[in-house]
């Protein structure tokens, strides 16, 4: 094994699938003038691996990510020269199509070989599975059409595999943090069951995990919270020391910042209880948590530990969800918002009891609103001059959510006076159903894929 | 010592992020200084939370705090619609409940208001007189 370059340095370059593709390279950059580390890319939100399973299901070699070649294309070479390994669970449905793509990407780049590990184990695709996921969800289960059921994979088999010498890993579901704990594990040869280090490294994932909303990203307000190069913000880097703890920085020559209050908002992003933050890991807790500027865009946070981590594994099952149906029409000028509400008032009357309908007046009351439209009902008719009607609906027949569309459409001649620029889509719907499931029946593991 | 009181929205005395997951908002409010954050502590309470929410129809309101932060983690449950899975709601993660929970007015001490940071309210559009 390589000595290893003190401390471990990870950056992360995209926060979800569909982020800006230009991070990494700027995060490689400085990577690679502090000795080397680890890049991450976290790209898989709550449903996106339904999508990619039925991407999969259409191409047995599609279902990873789709913008692979553009996130990983560019800083390939440069990573594999400066010993920065790739980290992602970009695999999604098909992590081993997702490391041939690399693969290719290599060759075709005329470099060598990347020692490329795969991790697998996270769909729970058996009879055996199946039948204990039927048994945790209920009769529910029977009456669902299953896209997907993937259990969240913790940061072992990562730091296995990089121990091993890969060059990059390639996942599918495994828990946000854990692409950071993952390599921080393999640096510092941590035990197991080190449960403040592993809360500590935990927490350090989770600032980096969701990508510039670390660095100024998802934080500006005019006037109360200014962040500088906003459209070019630039991606985190985080550097964790041999307790775990870490200094949160940015990549060099970019915009944004990083500062206390960056730091917090993200540091609480999606947590419930401060205390018992809950990962495959670890149940990190930073209900003691601080933090503080050491300029230079880079922030300390300290006052995190861990414990014991939970006993069973989170599972995420996506399932047909039906049809969202969603149509608009605007209405401006005089008595533009009673025109509106009136157009709502026709679709409500006409859909009667057909199906549940929301109905929202963007430009009035839409976004704060509730689905009964008590808040819409409440609320006075304000004189708006610029209204649009939005009525939604969802239903498990198409042929049923279509009526939606056509009744809206209608409004162009049946409706208020003055009603324009009609839109609708009709859309499928994932849904998902969540449970636990004992580690036992998750068989996780890694396999170097073969360099050819 | 002045008791003179005064009235401010809570987005001059803090800062807020929301996150999601299934039918559950967390909402994080994060004082800008010590003194903002006492008054967070005092004012910003479950009760007052769940009553601004009221038209969401949360199951439940907890609240976290976080001294080291000077922050504090609200959890609403059954606040979005069922979720960004199964809400017909624009906003189905409800991202923008944080700037909902900023507008909240809360009483604060005269001169803590006269220095809190504001920007100025935009004025509707002069379209109707």
Known sequence: ?452 | MTTATGSVPLYRLAHSRTGDKGDISNISLIAWDAECYQVLLAEVTEARVAQWFAYRKPVRVTRYVLPGLQAMNFVLEGVLDGGVNSALNLDAHGKSLSFHLLAQQVAVPAELAARLPDVSAVGEADFTS
């Open chain 1, 1 to 452: 094994m390589t000595a290893p370059h003190f401390p471990c340095l990870v950056g992360c370059a995209t926060g979800f699938s569909g982020d800006r593709t230009d991070g990494a390279p700027p995060v490689v950059r400085t990577l690679a003038a502090r000795g080397g580390g680890t890049l991450i890319f976290e790209t898989l939100a709550e449903r996106t691996l339904a999508l990619a399973q039925l991407a999969r299901n259409q191409d047995p070699e599609a279902g990873y990510e789709p913008l692979l070649e553009d996130l990983v294309g560019p800083v390939l070479g440069d990573c594999m020269k400066h010993g920065i390994n790739i980290v992602s669970n970009f695999g999604a449905a098909n992590p081993p199509a997702a490391a041939r793509r690399i693969a290719s990407i290599a060759a075709r780049q005329g470099l060598p070989a990347p020692r490329i590990a795969v991790i697998h184990g996270d769909a729970l695709d058996s009879p055996e599975q199946r039948a204990l996921l039927r048994e945790r969800l209920g009769a529910e289960f029977d009456r669902i059409d299953v896209i997907s059921a993937n259990a969240y994979l913790g940061a072992q088999e990562i730091a296995q595999a990089l121990r091993a010498g890969a060059q990059v890993v390639v996942a599918g579901r495994v828990a946000d943090p854990s692409l950071t704990v993952g390599p921080a594990l393999a640096h510092y040869d941590w035990s197991d069951d080190d449960w403040p280090r592993l809360g500590r490294a935990t927490m350090a994932g989770h600032l980096l995990e969701c990508g510039t909303q670390v660095t100024g990203g998802y934080f500006a307000v005019p006037g109360l919270k200014e962040v500088p190069g906003l459209h070019e913000t630039g991606f985190p880097i985080a550097q964790i020391d041999a307790d775990g703890a870490c200094v949160i920085g940015k990549a060099e020559n970019t915009g944004g910042k990083v500062d206390a209050r960056t730091v917090k908002e993200q540091l609480l992003y999606e947590v419930h209880d401060p205390a018992r933050y809950l990962t495959p890991d670890v149940v990190a807790d930073l209900s003691q948590a601080g933090v503080t500027e050491l300029g230079g865009d880079r922030v300390a946070v300290h006052g995190i530990t861990g414990h014991a981590r939970p006993r069973e594994l989170k599972v995420n099952v996506c399932y047909r969800g039906g049809w969202l149906a969603e149509a608009e029409i605007s209405y401006a000028g005089l008595q533009a918002e009673a025109r509106a509400r009136l157009a709502g008032d026709i679709v409500a009357r006409r859909i009667g009891s057909a199906m549940r309908l929301r109905i929202d007046l963007i430009g009035a009351m839409s976004i704060l609103a509730d689905d009964d439209g008590a808040l819409l009902a409440g609320v006075p008719d304000r004189h708006g001059q610029d209204v649009r009607l939005r009525v939604a609906a969802r239903h498990d027949d198409r042929a049923t959510a279509e009526r939606v569309l056509r009744e809206v459409t209608a409004l162009y001649c049946c409706g208020p006076a003055g009603g324009g620029g009609v839109r609708t889509s009709l859309r499928p719907r994932l849904a998902t159903l969540s449970c636990t499931v004992p580690r036992e029946i998750v068989a996780a593991g890694w396999t170097m894929q073969e360099s050819r």
